[in-house]
């Protein structure tokens, strides 16, 4: 255990890089978990049930990002007003974001069912979607963990309403291509024009082999300070939230739970 212990370390910090990038993750092309997702905060309270209070309010919003812009050295540069006229956009940008899930509530075992997640809101320039069993956020668990399999790659349809491949074909040749987790790029979020992109993912799904009752819920992670202008740096070459990539300024949103009876 003293051995393999670093490395579960490293590779949890590389999974919350990952997810708190503002172009998706750089290498992780896999399923994911909300867990992963350590620097974003959560949209709701209710994602946190298992947590003492005292922890689960670290990672609210308001503790996690918000009061950061008012007091942390990175927005130092920016003047009162200009502070606050970012929290409206970040504001905004949570208003703005929503997650569905929709798909038949009845099937036969290890039969092919089809679930499709729209996503609307997020700065961009991608968000992501995760097929998970929980809205508890640190319990949460691929979809596969309860007995689901994704078949195939799922049909991504971006902004521009058209079918995206880019995430999919970021995987070696040869591997599985049924993900559960998507990443779509070409958001624009935008607080001064008011733009929202949306999104809708359909992954074809295989019922576990065991009769139940089984719950589907969706992961949608999203940033948010790249709404304005103020929000984006340049760092790196790359226009990244001000705030950094470790900043909190991303968010983890659940949709409700589907749940589907399988006999």
């Not at 172009?23 to 049930?49: I, R």
């Not at 003047?79 to 409206?88: D, F, G, I, K």
């Amino acid at each position: 255990m003293r051995i393999l212990l670093p490395f579960a370390i490293v590779g949890v910090i590389g999974g919350a890089i990952a997810l708190a990038d503002p172009y998706g993750p750089p290498h992780a092309v896999t399923d994911m978990a909300p867990f992963c997702a350590k620097c974003h905060a959560s949209t709701t309270e209710a994602q946190l049930t298992e947590l003492r209070p005292e922890i689960a309010m670290t990672e609210t919003i308001e503790e996690k990002h918000l009061k950061h812009i008012q007091t942390n050295v990175v927005y130092k540069d920016l003047s009162s007003a200009e502070r606050q006229s970012l929290l409206n956009a970040v504001k905004w940008a949570d208003e703005q974001a929503t997650v569905s899930i929709t798909s038949t509530t009845q099937a036969k075992r290890n039969s092919r069912i089809e679930v499709t997640v729209i996503t609307r809101g997020g700065a961009g320039p991608v968000v992501g979607v995760s097929l998970v069993d929980s809205v508890v956020r640190f319990q949460a668990r691929p979809i596969g963990s309860s007995g689901f399999k994704v078949l195939g790659p799922p049909l991504i349809i971006g902004p521009e309403r058209k079918a995206q491949t880019d995430w999919i074909d970021r995987r070696m040749r040869g591997f599985d291509l049924g993900l559960g987790t998507i990443m779509s790029a070409g958001i624009q979020g935008d607080a001064v024009t008011q733009h929202v992109d949306q999104t809708i993912t359909t992954w074809t799904l295989r019922t576990p082999p065991e009769p139940g009752v089984y719950g589907i819920v969706a992961a949608f992670y999203y940033g948010t300070e790249k709404a304005h202008p103020l929000g984006t740096v340049k760092r790196n070459g790359r226009d990244e939230p001000r705030g950094g990539v470790n900043g909190g300024s991303g968010r983890v949103m659940f949709s409700t739970v589907l749940t589907i009876t399988v006999n």
